[in-house]
């Protein structure tokens, strides 16, 4: 989620703009965090290898 489209409790203005401090903070998390912050490249290729076997799989069933 991106905090663009966020609107702060504390203030009823966007958390984008940063007016409060709840905004601020809420603003800079999710600068640190990112959307994908917590997935690493390797749990990524991961999940693709297993999503290519698994159409492997079902490909030869069919």
């Known amino acids: 989620m991106t905090y663009d489209r966020l609107v702060c409790a504390n203030c009823a ?3 984008s703009e940063g007016r409060c401090p709840v905004c ?3 603003r800079e998390r999710l600068q640190e ?3 994908f912050g917590q997935v690493t490249p390797a749990a990524i290729v991961a999940l693709l290898v ?4 698994l159409a ?3 490909h030869q069933a069919a």
Not at 50 to 53: G, I, K, M, Q, W
């Open 56 to 58: 492997m799989l079902l």
């Open 50 to 53: 297993a999503l290519v076997a």
């Open 13 to 15: 203005a966007p958390v």
């Open 33 to 35: 965090n990112g959307s």
């Open 24 to 26: 601020r903070a809420s």
